[in-house]
């Protein structure tokens, strides 16, 4: 008999089962995957260097609730990440800074002229409705050409004029020196890695964490008083209005006999290649090893759902599910498959610890859910279509 069952171990569900176990609940943590971490998981490969099984992840957030919180389960270890995008046959500052703009264009303007270059640059578009508009009306044609129509092209496989407004209105634009891929007040990496900060923060009597193990194979078979879900919600409604659509991508690693291989933590290759970047784990990681992994990113359309892709029409989509979503009793869903948002580490475990507080405060005692999953979500899925 459980308080809760949570399914999946990457940060949403892993804060969760942590925290409800420190206030006395009884967990039961599973994910289909063979490792806890979700998409952070991180291990050792066969050449004993430390490698990011999903692609790098890099820690960075504003929140120093968020970075104390983990601080508990982890050291950290000082690391600001960098990225240069080849371009024009050279290695250039992205997000795009004053550096960048005099490598590429031969020129050595200072702080206050570069605004100036980019606003003469810059085609002004009314209204702004998407990808490319935001980009054009900000740095021009040209460095939207270098840096953005190829890049989006691979990564989404969609012209910038076909994806939101939103995707390309994250990306900075700088015109000091600061070549800082990231600017928050917080960032670094886990000493140890992702999987034993993960490790310490499951690591209590409390919590049951069950591996290889997907939700609809055992939800009947159990009781609890309620569930949290972290799963693709499209998956949890039995892809009752269709499947919503998710960019995937491949992860090929290499290891090199030597040293170091890149002058960076990440290279962007915007225009070449069909890898959209190319990332060294050693810099993310500081260990020292004689060898070095590089993983390169290959997007592709089926795969493990990575990224929700942006547009107008799958959001609707997904706003039906929102609604079986919010009907269902004593059922969260949180984190990143469960809304269908991309969202960085730091914002999923901010909403898994708002979550907490919000269910402590609630804290009545709920009855033990019963009767067969499928009875209560089919009821569920027939009241809204009607
Ligand atoms: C390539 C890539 C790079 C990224 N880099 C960064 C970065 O540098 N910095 C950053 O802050 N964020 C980064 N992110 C985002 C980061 O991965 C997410 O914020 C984080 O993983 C979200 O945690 P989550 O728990 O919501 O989801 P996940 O980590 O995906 O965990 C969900 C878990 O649920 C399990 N699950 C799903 N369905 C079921 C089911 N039916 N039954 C059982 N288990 C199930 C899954 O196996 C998975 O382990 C990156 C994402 C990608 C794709």
New binding site residues.
């Given amino acids: 008999m459980f308080d809760y069952l949570i399914?999946?171990?990457?940060?949403?569900?892993s804060v969760l089962a942590e925290r409800l176990a420190a206030d006395n609940k009884k967990v039961l943590l599973?994910?289909?995957?063979s490792h806890i971490g979700?998409?952070?998981f991180d291990h050792y490969n066969s050449d004993g260097l430390l490698v990011h099984k999903?692609?790098?992840?890099?820690?960075?957030t504003n929140s120093r609730e968020v970075y104390d919180y983990l601080g508990r389960f982890t050291a950290w270890r000082p690391y600001e990440h960098r990225v240069l995008a080849s371009v024009d046959g050279m290695l250039v500052p992205i997000p795009i800074n004053l550096n960048t703009i005099n490598a590429l264009y031969g020129m050595n303007l200072d702080a206050t002229q570069v605004a100036g270059f980019l606003e003469s640059k810059a085609e002004h578009r009314s209204p702004v409705r998407n990808s490319e508009d935001v980009v054009i009306n900000k740095v021009g044609k040209d460095l939207y050409e270098k840096f953005f129509k190829g890049y989006t092209k691979k990564q989404w496989d969609l012209d910038p004029s076909e994806l939101d407004a939103s995707v390309a209105a994250r990306i900075p634009t700088r015109s000091n020196r600061d070549d800082r891929y990231f600017a928050d007040t917080y960032q670094g990496m886990p000493a140890e890695g992702y999987t034993k900060m993960f490790e310490r923060m499951l690591d209590h009597p409390n919590i049951k964490v069950m591996l290889n193990?997907?939700?609809?194979e055992i939800v009947n078979q159990l009781r609890f008083r309620k569930i949290i879900y972290?799963?693709?919600v499209d998956?949890y409604f039995d892809y009752c209005y269709g499947k919503l659509p998710y960019r995937s991508?491949e992860f090929r690693f290499e290891t090199k006999d030597k040293e170091t291989a890149q002058a960076t933590g990440t290279i962007n290759f915007p225009n070449e290649h069909p890898y959209t970047r190319v990332t060294e784990f050693k810099y993310l990681t500081g260990q020292q090893h004689p060898k070095t992994t590089l993983v390169y990113?290959y997007p592709q359309a089926e795969g493990d759902p990575?990224?929700p892709v942006p547009r107008p029409e799958n959001a609707e989509l997904y706003k039906k599910y929102q609604q079986l979503a919010d009907a269902a009793t004593n059922v969260y869903f949180t984190?990143?498959?469960a809304t269908y948002r991309y969202?960085?580490?730091?914002?999923?475990v901010a909403q898994s610890l708002s979550l907490f507080k919000k269910l402590r405060a609630a804290a009545t005692e709920t009855p033990l859910l019963n009767g067969s999953r499928n009875d209560v979500v089919s009821d569920l899925i027939q009241r809204k279509i009607q």
């Fill in positions: 399914v999946g171990a990457g940060f949403a569900g599973i994910d289909r995957r979700g998409n952070a999903y692609g790098p992840h890099i820690f960075h193990t997907d939700y609809k972290t799963g693709a998956y991508l990113e990575y990224y984190g990143r498959l969202y960085n580490m730091d914002q999923v």
